[in-house]
């Protein structure tokens, strides 16, 4: 039931379309009833008062076939609805059995109910001289009974009277026997259905290994991947082995964030006109990528998770920031949830955020905001999971876990172009279950300290502190350093404060106490700022997206960002003074790159051949870390 | 125009309803053209496939005269556009002329265009096989050419043939003087509408003296006041001499936040049906607060400011979330708009978040989210300001300021509960202009130096911050305590960050260097530590909102989040293990004192009489200071 008076953004809402993606043959059904009782808390509905022609026309635009319940008579009322709601079942059930019968998965025109009626109906008429039923005022509090309002004990004394008591309870306050009967039974019983605490209903996921999906490495950065592309054909293995457990949401991106091998078990759920060319359309379609509104997408699937199923929902970054009251309300949802013992556990609500802040090929300032992030960690930390891959195995590991876990939300961000691939399954596995580690094969402070820590976390800052760690190593051969991958961003936070967060000793020994960090970071970088703001080392230098960028190379938005290579390199000569002129020298040289970088982009339109063509390990100093600390080619 | 292809939630948005909202006499109209053309980057879209006369029905729904223009013959369908149009404008100029003359708003059946054209229309039809013209495949890139697609190169040649250059320009590439001849002059040619920059047009409002309104504190807390209702008698002022330059949007919360006084000299607008008992609807009104959708308001409001025009956004605190994503692209619009310099600045986005977290009287956790000053701070700093004044002399202060300033969003956090008054109007005004500033009356360092710094921001850490405050010089009267209270937040940050941020030099005067500062914030705690990372002084201890909170009485939702002057007194002597014994029992008497409160509201239902009715100066030591240092009674 829809009230009209919470939120027209609900009874105007674009889920009355959602009879588009409904397969009556497989699918249930829903019947809605439109509560219009025409008054907001100080406004009338803008429903209530259109002609009944409008609203009736409205109704069938979306595709519903209106059944109208109105009046204020209550006897008459109640029989109305009554006859009208075995009406409408009885429509629906016509509907299913042509449909299941025939095979027929034409759209139906299914019923839906307008329920007029006063607000406050049967409550106060009037209160000090001001109509209260049927107006406005019968919003929240219809009658103030308080020290300075003695007279109104009386009108609610035969307001609560007007309920027959009496009638109801015996003189010992027991509900009737013949009325107890009417009350349905066991699990009918609205609190006891089990559709509505899904968890019972939960089956696990049939989980195939992600381990086949594996991309082959050699050695690091000798390959390229695209992550999500990868992803995608784990993700159909899941959608194959589960069928009726597992569906995949989306505004329209599932092709473009490189899903699309979801298509070859499964179809989009559409049940409107199909025409020639369409692709991947059916009315028993697993996927809900066609209506491009981020808010039907989280809609869906925040519905489909409380029945006790498993799903994800991909999305562009930046238009996430579309749900976030929706997140919200459903991370709230979950911590109340964990306290009451009744209620079990459901499957997590899965996030996969591609088409990234640092991927501008067609779009520009508009489609760059990483602060989900930000949004998200505000939330209770035995709630929210923040992951931020930096390859496709990692992606592999990290989403698997994901999708095994309950009660969490869990937010992945990961990108869909090629870049250089780092660690094998073995490795990937190993790094993700602990979330956080010292990237041996890139570090060379093995045989004492170091002189700097570079962190990275998520794939483009990763990217780019490895090239810069490969500028340093040539040109300061003598500098000792330290790279750290974090992929489970809440391990940066104290394990006080998040239960994935390292000890403090765990993560001095990892960051050092005193030791300049320099970390790339995906998002803002205020994000790792205040998670490490009880940290006890203080020389923490993030750089991060910091609101600059417009259509341009993939390399130029991390410059305008001050997270590319060139200038992480001057980041680190800035902090450690003793390089004296070779510092100074190096320095020149990362500025002089940069120059060379906007003429050149200005003139071709691409980035620089040295920046498109770079691999990890082109230099000697590289390449011997990397034999001795590494096989150099993956047993698997 | 809108484009079924971007995004549905335009094409079947609550925006439609905008037709209830618009008087024929007074406003102008607006002709929506849907363009379905009937698909997404890789999907139909929704309205392209139902049926004719559904989507008919669903305009008419809507309250529009649905005009069709539909076909694939390019000669055809220009003619019926033309003819289409100008029929169109016809009836509204129709409309207009009967409402003006006939003084008749009845709301009308505007015009509405449908216009059904086949994507990527006229350009290339088939390509490696695939039909492209007609399909989604036309969406983006319809024909990709590149090193490895050499024989797209005769495709494009032919499309791009097919525009005839040769019948447009001369030979040396003029545009043919009698095509040139059709443009529109001057402006109303479209790039130099000054509709479409509206700092061209905009006229500076015209400011009463907000001091009328001011609240007569005769000493601090001596009075309580609501904030938000002395506030909305100057917003009715403005609105009063402005009637054609200023509105106030919310989302049906302008009487429920208090702001009922504009309701004096302007009315909402509607211009539905009308009922009895309705309070202030009419279709000139300047209030747009009757559909309750926080998209639409904002909607709304940025196209007003966009105009040239002036306007707030009154809405609860929580609900504000649902806007994020609209209010990124503004900022980023504004940031954008900074570099161009043909471009004039418009008037603030101005946000008055009323009904906030710590004020639950009805509403209980989802109605608790203070987390956009954490979203809005992620944008550029030459664009965001964040205001959270502590009493209604300083909301007044604040927001005269903020209607004032031009190409900024200001976001105003204010409560609507009755409150202790702090600052005489001059006094507040001098605290709001520096944004920051020691609290010279409640403080008694003067003499010396502090031992502990008490922060506050907002108003209820303030009042918190306060007690704290009072009870510690009464049972501690040795120790010296600085109180802080921050209105302008963008004074935490440092100078190098945002244009507000206090330099470190008068930052570490302030706050000290390195004594323990206990730090009472409005929003979620993180967001201090964050905007103070770089800050010397590292004792800072911040309590704030943490996620906990149910429909509880105003002082159990502090105490929930450890935010009531209970658990501050606790916070300052757990860090100054020097006060030895006397700490220890003061910590004691704290303790004992929450359990006294859960017991009392578990019994009462209300809070303690001593926190209903607390006051600051109760005690001689506060009294003192304040005579000394304070005139004890206003002079206004």
Known sequence: ????????TASLATAWHSNKFLDPITDGAVLPILHLN?????????????????????????????LFVEGDDPETMHELMASTLEKAIEDIREIQKNAREQNDTTRPRWPM???????GWTGPQVVDGLQIEGTFRAHQVPLLVDIEHPDHVALLESWMKS?????????????????????PKGNRRMGAN???????????????????????????????????????????????????????????????????????????????????????????????????????????????LLTGRHGLFNSYEAFIRIIDSMFSQHAKWLKVCLELPWRRKISSLNYLLASHVWQQ???????????????????????????????????????????????????????KHALPQWLTIEEAVVHCTEGIGIWQWASNDQEGEPDVVMGCCGDTPTLEILAAVSILREHLPDLKIRVINVVDLMKLQSASEHPHGLSELDYDALFTKD????????????????????????????????????????????VQNDLDRFHLVQDVVDRLPHLGSKGAYLKQEMKDMLIKHKNYIDEHGEDLPEIRNWKWGQHKSQQRTTSTKQPAVNQR
Chains 1, 2 share one sequence.
């Open 113 to 119: 109910i307008v329920l007029r009626s006063p607000k």
């Open 163 to 183: 309920y027959k008591a009496e009638e109801l309870f015996d003189e010992k306050g027991r509900l009737m026997p013949e009325l107890a009967e009417l009350a």
């Open 1 to 8: 039931m829809i009230g009209d008076g919470e939120a027209e």
């Open 38 to 66: 025409g008054y907001k808390i100080s406004n009338p509905t803008v429903l209530a008062r259109i002609e009944h022609e409008e609203l009736d026309h409205f109704f069938r635009g979306c595709g519903w076939n209106p």
């Open 515 to 558: 030791k300049h960090i320099i970390f790339g970071f995906h998002g803002y970088s205020s994000l790792v700022h205040r998670l490490t703001y009880r940290r006890t080392n203080r020389n923490l230098h993030v750089r991060g997206y910091k609101e600059e960028g417009t259509i341009t190379t993939a390399f130029d938005m991390r």
């Open 361 to 415: 090929d067609h779009n520009g300032f508009t489609h760059q905001d990483p602060g989900f992030l930000d949004h998200v960690i505000n939330k209770k930390a035995d709630i929210v999971r923040v992951y931020l891959p930096a390859d496709a195995n990692c992606l592999l590991s990290v989403f698997d876990h994901c999708l095994r876990s309950r009660n969490y939300v869990n937010v992945v961000v990961a990108g």
């Open 194 to 304: 089990p559709h509505a605490n899904g968890g019972i209903l939960l089956r696990n996921l049939i989980m195939p290994d992600f381990r086949l999906h594996a991309v082959t490495v050699p050695s690091p950065g000798a390959v390229n991947g695209q992550d999500t592309l990868v992803l995608g054909k784990f993700l159909r293995d899941i959608a194959k082995l589960n069928q009726k457990n597992f569906r995949v949401f989306g505004p329209d991106e599932t092709l473009s964030n490189l899903l699309g091998a979801v298509f070859e078990v499964t179809n989009r759920q559409w049940d409107a006109r199909e025409v020639a060319n369409d692709e991947f359309l059916a009315p028993a379609g697993r996927v809900l990528d066609s209506m491009l509104s981020e808010n039907q997408c989280e809609g869906w699937l925040e519905g489909y």
